[in-house]
């Protein structure tokens, strides 16, 4: 398993417990322990923004002990950190519980003075290394711990600006091979897999203003991703681990675009999950999907025509009729027939000419329907003259002054 601290930004200024760190951005400074080979958080705990690396470490690793025991965890365990958890206290209490432990250490009091110790012979180089630079590695004794020391430098034309050796140490109480060691300890950088699809799930945000909530809010993201992760197990035990964006995506959003299957329009989506479209059982091998049988009973719908003159659909759409509804004042003209052209009738002049608003269902479409004639456009308003209102009565007189009176104010006297 993996320790690890990670800073989560948030935004706004009523955030409680969210203050600045070491990576200069307001948020909140979580700890965290991650299994390795498959990502699931063991433990997590929410702390303020301000809050060093190595505070409440050694009370997480108390509480992080018997969590795993409970959890039926069998086999040797091993707790891999960085120097955020190196504490002879901390230290004690996990060779009590039987654990082993690779911790870094910082540059500080007996370490450079061992490191400098060390033989140039007993340097031993990696062919792990990436190109352009060049790596070794060695060990030692500090009190009782093994300190294993890994030594980096630059070659080429950046040797030049940074020629010396850089050293990175850990402690150790494992008796296997240094090589194996210095390798298994590098690989405790898989944390930050985990710290990264925390940060794009739930941990994106913090919705409430008080910590503790924000703090249930922590433990809640990371029983989410815990099951996502759990999910993945079920469904794809063999492979890599794939991040919770790519689950998302693969698994559990389906794309595809809505339609009418009555109109004969199948759903046109891709199959989610790798393979051909074929191999999905919603798949008609065609990549599109198969459209659900039609109730029996149920008469289909006939799909919309459209007009040779307009190119717009003649069938009214579901639920509206454009139809004439008889109004139970009024009788209704016999519809003319559908060969008939269209003719635009007479604009009616008053409201006794003008037809019913049950006759009238345009909404558009008037002119493309049989049956219905469209008008002329009634005619605009005209201007009106200077002096009136709107209602047509002259203005009232004004004072010497050249305004109206006011209202409430003394006529005469």
């Given at each position: 398993?993996?320790?690890?601290?990670?800073?989560?930004e948030?935004?706004?200024?009523?955030?409680?417990?969210?203050?600045?760190?070491?990576?200069?951005?307001r948020?909140?400074?979580?700890?965290?322990?991650?299994?390795?080979?498959?990502?699931?958080?063991?433990?997590i705990?929410?702390?303020?923004?301000?809050?060093?690396?190595?505070?409440?470490?050694?009370?997480?690793?108390?509480?992080?002990?018997?969590r795993?025991?409970?959890?039926?965890?069998?086999g040797?365990?091993?707790?891999?950190?960085?120097?955020?958890?190196?504490?002879?206290?901390?230290?004690?209490?996990?060779?009590?519980?039987?654990?082993?432990?690779?911790?870094?250490?910082?540059?500080?009091?007996?370490?450079p003075?061992?490191?400098?110790?060390?033989?140039?012979?007993?340097?031993?180089?990696?062919?792990?290394?990436p190109?352009?630079?060049e790596?070794q590695?060695?060990?030692?004794?500090?009190?009782?711990w093994?300190l294993?020391?890994?030594?980096?430098?630059?070659?080429?034309?950046?040797?030049?600006?940074?020629?010396?050796?850089?050293?990175?140490?850990?402690?150790?109480?494992?008796?296997?091979?240094?090589?194996?060691?210095?390798?298994?300890?590098?690989?405790?950088?898989?944390?930050?897999?985990?710290?990264?699809?925390?940060?794009?799930?739930?941990?994106?945000?913090?919705?409430?203003?008080?910590?503790?909530?924000?703090?249930?809010?922590?433990v809640?993201?990371?029983?989410?991703?815990?099951?996502?992760r759990?999910?993945?197990?079920?469904?794809?035990?063999?492979?890599?681990?794939?991040?919770?964006?790519?689950?998302?995506?693969?698994?559990i959003?389906?794309?595809?675009?809505?339609?009418?299957?009555?109109?004969?329009?199948?759903?046109?989506?891709?199959?989610?999950?790798?393979?051909?479209?074929?191999?999905?059982?919603?798949?008609?091998?065609?990549?599109?999907?198969?459209?659900?049988p039609?109730?029996?009973?149920?008469?289909?719908?006939?799909?919309?025509?459209?007009?040779?003159?307009l190119?717009?659909?003649?069938?009214?759409?579901?639920?509206?009729?454009?139809?004439?509804?008889?109004?139970?004042?009024?009788?209704?003209?016999?519809?003319?027939?559908?060969?008939?052209?269209?003719?635009?009738?007479?604009?009616?002049?008053?409201?006794?000419?003008?037809?019913d608003?049950?006759?009238t269902?345009?909404?558009?479409?008037?002119?493309?329907?049989?049956?219905w004639t469209?008008?002329?456009?009634?005619p605009?308003?005209?201007?009106?003259?200077?002096?009136?209102?709107?209602?047509?009565?002259?203005?009232?007189?004004?004072?010497?002054?050249?305004s109206p009176?006011?209202?409430?104010?003394?006529?005469?006297?």
């Amino acid at each position: 398993m993996v320790n690890d601290a990670t800073v989560v930004e948030v935004h706004g200024y009523a955030k409680q417990g969210a203050s600045f760190g070491y990576t200069g951005k307001r948020g909140y400074h979580p700890l965290l322990a991650t299994r390795a080979d498959t990502g699931e958080v063991l433990h997590i705990r929410a702390r303020k923004g301000s809050a060093n690396t190595a505070r409440g470490a050694l009370r997480f690793v108390e509480e992080l002990i018997p969590r795993v025991q409970r959890a039926g965890a069998t086999g040797p365990k091993l707790l891999r950190a960085d120097s955020g958890f190196w504490n002879k206290k901390l230290i004690a209490k996990l060779e009590r519980a039987g654990w082993e432990y690779s911790i870094g250490v910082r540059r500080q009091g007996q370490v450079p003075a061992a490191i400098a110790a060390i033989c140039e012979s007993d340097w031993r180089p990696l062919e792990d290394c990436p190109a352009g630079g060049e790596a070794q590695i060695a060990e030692t004794q500090i009190g009782d711990w093994r300190l294993v020391v890994r030594r980096t430098r630059l070659l080429g034309a950046q040797a030049v600006m940074w020629p010396d050796w850089r050293h990175f140490a850990f402690i150790t109480n494992r008796t296997e091979p240094l090589e194996l060691v210095e390798v298994e300890h590098r690989a405790h950088a898989v944390v930050e897999l985990a710290i990264r699809d925390l940060k794009d799930q739930a941990l994106a945000h913090f919705p409430s203003g008080r910590f503790t909530a924000n703090a249930a809010w922590t433990v809640i993201a990371a029983l989410a991703h815990n099951l996502l992760r759990r999910t993945q197990l079920l469904t794809l035990p063999a492979g890599t681990i794939r991040t919770a964006r790519t689950l998302r995506r693969r698994l559990i959003t389906i794309p595809g675009r809505l339609t009418d299957p009555a109109a004969g329009q199948p759903c046109d989506c891709r199959p989610a999950g790798p393979g051909p479209p074929s191999s999905s059982p919603r798949s008609d091998g065609s990549g599109r999907c198969r459209r659900r049988p039609e109730p029996a009973g149920r008469p289909r719908r006939p799909a919309a025509a459209t007009s040779p003159a307009l190119g717009l659909p003649t069938t009214p759409p579901r639920g509206r009729s454009l139809t004439a509804r008889t109004s139970p004042t009024t009788k209704h003209p016999a519809a003319r027939p559908t060969t008939a052209p269209l003719t635009p009738s007479r604009s009616p002049r008053s409201a006794a000419d003008a037809p019913d608003r049950d006759q009238t269902v345009d909404r558009g479409l008037g002119s493309v329907c049989p049956g219905w004639t469209t008008g002329p456009s009634p005619p605009r308003a005209q201007p009106r003259p200077p002096g009136t209102r709107r209602s047509g009565h002259p203005r009232a007189p004004t004072t010497g002054s050249g305004s109206p009176p006011r209202r409430g104010a003394r006529r005469g006297p």
